[in-house]
C-alpha cells in the first residue's frame, strides 16, 4: 500500500464524462490498495472566462476580489470529482484550500504556499477515505483565499504530496509526459521517460507550461517523486496501476539519468516584450535604480542587456519582460526617470524567446553556434541572447516561433 496524489487539469476535468473518467482513474488506485489524494483544477477555459470577467469588472480590480472570483472553478470541479467518485461507491469528500488548510503569503493572484497542515487527510485516510482537493488556492495571512498563480495547481498536488508524506505525485494531463518539446509545435517531439529537476524547472521557467515552475521547485526541494502522465488514456489498460513504472515522465535526480544527452529540450515563450533605455548614465547604481522598483511592482524582468560605454559616460540597457508588463514597466520607469537618469525608453512587444536546454551542455563546447548557425541558415534575426551552464535563450520575432523551435530540435537531433 501506498500513498499517492493525483493532479488533474483543466482538460482532464472539461466536463462531466471527463470527470467519469478521472473517478475511474482514482477508483483504480483506491482499488490496487492505496491512499489517495486528488487535486484538480477548474474545467479547461473556466479560469481565463473568470480572469476576463475580474477585468470586464474594472481592470484596476483588489488582488483579493479577484481570487476570490478565480479561485471558484476549483471548488465546482472538487464538488463534482467527489459526487461522481461517491457514485461508484468510493469514499470520497471535496476540500476548498481554507478547509485543510492550505496557508500561503498575502501576494494574492501569485501567493507561494507556505504551510499545509495534513494531519486530518492522514487521519482520514486511516478511514478509507480520498479527499478530492480544489487546486490553485490557500488561504492567506488575512484569512481571505488566495491563489498561487496561472498554473498553480501542479504546485497544489505537490506541496500536499510533500505535506502528506506521500510516495508518488502523479501529474495527469492532456500529453502523456513531457516531451523534448511542445509537441503541438513539434509533432517530431520524443516523450522523455525521465528528466532533471533542473532541466525540468529550466523548461517550466522558459515556457514548456506542461508543469508550473514552482512546482517543480517544490518537488525538488522536498524530494517528492513526480510523474507526468495522461488522463486520456484508458484508465484500466494494462500497465496504468504499475506502481514502480507508471506510464509517462518521471522528473528525478540528475544521477538517476544514465544516458545524458547534451541537450534534452526546447522551450518558447510568447508574449514577450523588450524595453531599451536609452543614454543611460554609465556609474553605479544605476542598474538597482531600474531593476529595484520594477521588482517592488512584480515585474519579472529576464534577459538584460548592457552595452560597454564607448564613452565612458553613456550606455544603454535593454531588457525583456511579458508583454502584459509593458505598460505597468513603462509607467514604474517614467516615475523614476529622474532617479534612474535616461534619454528615452522604447519598447517593442510581440517577441518569443526560444530557449534550448540540457544538462549535458555543461561539459560540451559549440552548442550555443549551432543555435546561431541554424538561426542564420534560416534568416532569423536574434534580438538578444542570455545564457546559462545548462540553457541558450534568443529572443526572436514572433513570426519565426514555430520555424525556429522545428529548426533547433532537429540541428541537436532531438526529432
Ligand atoms: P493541464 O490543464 O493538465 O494543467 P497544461 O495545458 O497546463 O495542462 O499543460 C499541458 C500542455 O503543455 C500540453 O498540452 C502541451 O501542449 C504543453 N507543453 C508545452 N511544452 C511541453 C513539453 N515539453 N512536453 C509536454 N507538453 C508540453
Ligand atoms: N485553473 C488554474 C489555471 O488555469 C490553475 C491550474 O489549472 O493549474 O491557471
Ligand atoms: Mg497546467
Known amino acids: 500500500m501506498a500513498r499517492i496524489v493525483m493532479k488533474f487539469g483543466g482538460t482532464s476535468v472539461a466536463d462531466i464524462d471527463r470527470i467519469r473518467n478521472v473517478a475511474r482513474h482514482v477508483k483504480r488506485e483506491v482499488d490496487n490498495g492505496h491512499e489517495v489524494a486528488v487535486v484538480v483544477s477548474a474545467m479547461s477555459g473556466k479560469t481565463n472566462e473568470l480572469v476576463g470577467w475580474t477585468r470586464e469588472a474594472s481592470p484596476m480590480h483588489d488582488a483579493r476580489e479577484y481570487d476570490v472570483v478565480v479561485s471558484s472553478g476549483e471548488q465546482v470541479t472538487s464538488g463534482l470529482l ?32 507556505e504551510d499545509i497542515d495534513g494531519s486530518d487527510l492522514v487521519r482520514r485516510f486511516g478511514e478509507g477515505q480520498v479527499a478530492v482537493i480544489a487546486g490553485f488556492q490557500g488561504i492567506g495571512p488575512d484569512n481571505r483565499v488566495a ?22 505525485c502523479d501529474i495527469y494531463t492532456d500529453v502523456d509526459g513531457v516531451y523534448t518539446t511542445d509537441p503541438r509545435v513539434e509533432p517530431k517531439a520524443r516523450r522523455l521517460s525521465k528528466i532533471a529537476f533542473e532541466e525540468m524547472l529550466e523548461m517550466a521557467s522558459l515556457g514548456a507550461k506542461v508543469l508550473q515552475v514552482r512546482s517543480v521547485e517544490l518537488a525538488m526541494v522536498h524530494k517528492v517523486r513526480m510523474f507526468v502522465r495522461s488522463s486520456f488514456e484508458d484508465p484500466d489498460a494494462e500497465g496504468m496501476g504499475d506502481f514502480d513504472n507508471p506510464p509517462g515522465t518521471l522528473i528525478c535526480d540528475e544521477d538517476e539519468i544514465l544516458e545524458q544527452e547534451v541537450v534534452t529540450g526546447i522551450a518558447y515563450s510568447k508574449d514577450e516584450a523588450q524595453i531599451s533605455l536609452r543614454r543611460l548614465s554609465d556609474s553605479p547604481g544605476v542598474s538597482a535604480a531600474i531593476f529595484g522598483p520594477l521588482s517592488d511592482e512584480y515585474i519579472n524582468v529576464d534577459m538584460i542587456v ?31 526617470k529622474q532617479n534612474i537618469g535616461f534619454d528615452v525608453v522604447q519598447s517593442e512587444t510581440g ?5 534550448v536546454i540540457g544538462i549535458g551542455m555543461r561539459s560540451h563546447a559549440g552548442v550555443a553556434a549551432t543555435a546561431f548557425k541554424a538561426m542564420a541558415e534560416k534568416g ?6 542570455t545564457t546559462s551552464e545548462i540553457k541558450i535563450s534568443i529572443l526572436i520575432d514572433s513570426e519565426y516561433a514555430e520555424l525556429a523551435v522545428r529548426t533547433l530540435h532537429s540541428v541537436y537531433e532531438l526529432d
Do not use: C, Y
Open 82 to 113: 467527489a459526487i461522481t467518485l461517491q457514485s461508484m461507491g468510493v469514499n470520497a469528500r471535496s476540500w476548498q484550500g481554507w478547509q485543510i488548510p492550505i496557508r500561503t503569503s498575502g501576494a494574492h493572484g501569485a501567493a507561494r504556499i
Open 351 to 355: 517577441l518569443v524567446k526560444v530557449s
Open 147 to 168: 491563489t498561487l498563480g496561472r498554473g498553480g495547481s501542479d504546485t497544489s498536488a505537490v506541496a500536499i504530496a510533500a505535506g502528506v508524506n506521500a510516495d508518488r
Open 306 to 336: 548592457q552595452n560597454i560605454s564607448e564613452d565612458g559616460t553613456h550606455t544603454d540597457m535593454t531588457f525583456t519582460l511579458p508583454s502584459g508588463d509593458v505598460d505597468k514597466a513603462l509607467g514604474v520607469l517614467e516615475k523614476e
Open 380 to 385: 532569423i534575426n536574434i534580438k538578444a541572447i
